[in-house]
């Protein structure tokens, strides 16, 4: 981002070809190319992006917990990425992941080191209580779209 451009919000970066709600994934390298079809389908990425995802996934873990993996991709990925962007797969009846199970995967397309901050900026979201819940139970891209932005209704799970 330019200097005093603020950054987009999350749900910004979310477009509705990225969101599948009813994902189905046997095993965590199907979740991963899954989720790069995702950004593929809105023109996000190039060729390429989600391999090295799954590059980033083999030499560092993408889980972050509650149920959550947040694959993106090594350095040499970024030449693939034509914006940034998110893409959301909810896997109803989750992934093998390590030896943990994931039911949400957001995958991060971000030009050079913007992904940090789009890391970071997304880790503090999950960190409110009852996101991933609310992520889980999201009926469509606009409802999770109002989840990352933080303003889904936190009373409901």
Known sequence: MAAGVPAPRLGELLADESVDLHAGAATQDD????????????????????????????SVGTYVGEGIAIPHATFAGKEAVHRDALAVAVVPDGVPWGSDRVTVVIAIAARGRRHIGLLSRLARTLLEPGVADRLRAAGSAEEVRAVLDGEADRSTP
């Not at 190319?33 to 083999?58: Q, T």
């Open 31 to 58: 979740a991963i190319r899954h989720v790069g079809g995702l950004l593929a389908a809105s023109g996000a990425i190039a060729d390429g992006y989600a391999e090295a995802m799954l590059e980033r996934e083999a």
